[in-house]
């Protein structure tokens, strides 16, 4: 730097101090000056902050723009060209949808939720079109502005005040008595009145370019209503979709499905038992009046089995009663290594009995309509009937698809359909 250019800028920081401490008064620009500079402002600060809130817009996550923009500089840095793309609700809702469906795909659901996941997936595609419309019409000639335009006013603003200040140092120094120079100061005045004029021409022919700063909104406002247009077709034809689905479901039969009775293994012993599945002779056991068993003849290994069902089977009750000894086998073995039951011979009265007995046995359903409990149920108030796992229960009638009335333990009440098995249905 030259000694005349140290010199202005000791002259330039002098005056500075001595206006904001000792309140000496710089020289007045015209209000029309004023005005525009005010406008300019503004214009500054609203570039600024459009043009953040813009990014905010497109994409609102700051964590992620941050990563993006870490990634591709990076990126730029290795020399790729190819940039990640900010990841967006829509797709990532289209995406989880589209799973889910596709594992629900028998079913009308699942393929409401795949269809909703390709249109969400088709919204994601057409906001990142939007975003590439926004910054190719609108952003870049925001930036553009920002950077060469408003920097060049900027650049004549600053310029125009450090003249000022250095004109009015000369001026205050004169007028204290400092000889210096009349063309000093008269050059000094001409170069702030020359600053003066650049950067008022600058600044009104920046607001004069309202066109520019339209057109640019005007192509930022197309994009959004592009994109909300495509949005609203694909939602409508989403929402058709749906209803239709929805009234195809409505008309479609429901499936009817019976819940499993649990099978412990003890019941599973017996059911294998009655089923005679091991391949062993079942020797069958039956009451006489007069106390004592009849076996039918079987060849051993011999397997006993007595089935002891709910007390309200009378014939069975009756049978138990009458089983009130121990009972003792004796096996012979004969030289082909089979065996036999052997027993005692019965009483006429006790064959007569067996006869009758085993005619008389229950083999059919209950005539009159009644269900099976499968689980226990407690009432939550008088109108329903509570009762316990496995009870008869007589049906009247069917309420809805949900509950049946029904008679238990001379108690008539409201039960769930799904905790009972039906045994013998409604006429």
């Keep these: 730097m030259s000694l005349a250019g140290l010199r202005k800028q000791i002259n330039k920081a002098n005056q500075f101090v001595t206006e904001k401490i000792g309140g000496v008064e710089g020289t007045k620009l015209d209000d029309d000056y004023v005005a525009i500079e005010k406008k300019i402002d503004a214009m500054t600060k609203l570039f600024d902050e459009v043009l953040a809130r813009t990014h905010e817009y497109l994409q609102p996550n700051p964590a992620l723009r941050a990563k993006l923009l870490t990634v591709n500089t990076f990126n730029k840095i290795q020399g790729k060209s190819k940039s990640s793309l900010y990841p967006l609700p829509e797709g990532q809702l289209g995406d989880c949808m589209i799973k889910y469906g596709q594992e629900l795909e028998d079913s009308s659901f699942g393929e409401c939720l795949q269809r909703c996941g390709e249109s969400f997936k088709f919204m994601s595609d057409i906001r990142y079109a939007m975003e590439d419309q926004v910054k190719d019409n609108y952003l870049v000639p925001l930036n553009s502005i920002q950077a060469h335009e408003l920097k060049e006013i900027g650049h004549h603003r600053k310029k ?57 909104l005007t192509e930022f406002i197309t994009s959004q209503m592009e994109y909300h247009r495509q949005a609203t077709d694909i939602m409508e034809q989403l929402q058709k979709y749906l209803v239709e689905k929805k009234e195809e479901a409505e008309s479609k039969p429901k499936d009817e499905h019976q819940p499993k009775r649990f099978t412990s293994a003890l019941s599973a012993h017996d059911t294998s038992s009655s089923n005679n599945t091991n391949g062993y002779p079942i020797l069958s056991v039956s009451a006489s009046p007069s106390g004592q068993l009849l076996f039918f003849k079987s060849k051993l290994p011999v397997q006993v089995s007595w089935h002891a069902d709910q007390d309200q089977d009378t014939w069975t009750g009756a049978v138990r009663k009458r089983l009130d000894c121990v009972v003792e086998f004796h096996f012979r073995t004969y030289k082909s290594g089979s065996s036999e039951a052997e027993v005692s011979s019965p009483s006429t009265d006790d064959r007569n009995w067996a006869k009758s007995t085993l005619a008389t046995e229950p083999t059919g359903m209950p005539s009159e309509p009644c269900c099976k409990a499968l689980y226990t149920f407690d009432a939550e108030n008088e109108s329903e009937l509570p009762f316990k796992e496995g009870a008869m229960i007589k049906l009247v009638e069917v309420v809805d698809e949900n509950w049946y009335l029904g008679e238990h333990n001379g108690k008539r009440g409201y039960f769930p359909i799904n905790y009972v098995e039906i045994v013998t249905p409604l006429p």
Excluded at 168 to 189: L, N, S, V
Aim: charged residues 35%; glycine residues 8%; hydrophobic residues 35%.
């Design 160 to 216: 125009l005040e450090g003249r000022r200040l250095d004109f009015d140092c000369k001026k205050r120094k004169q007028g204290g008595g400092t000889t210096i120079p009349q063309d000093e100061i008269r050059i000094a005045e001409e170069k702030f009145q020359e600053s003066k004029l650049l950067a008022e021409t600058a600044m009104v022919n920046f607001l004069n370019s309202e066109v520019e700063h339209i057109q640019a």
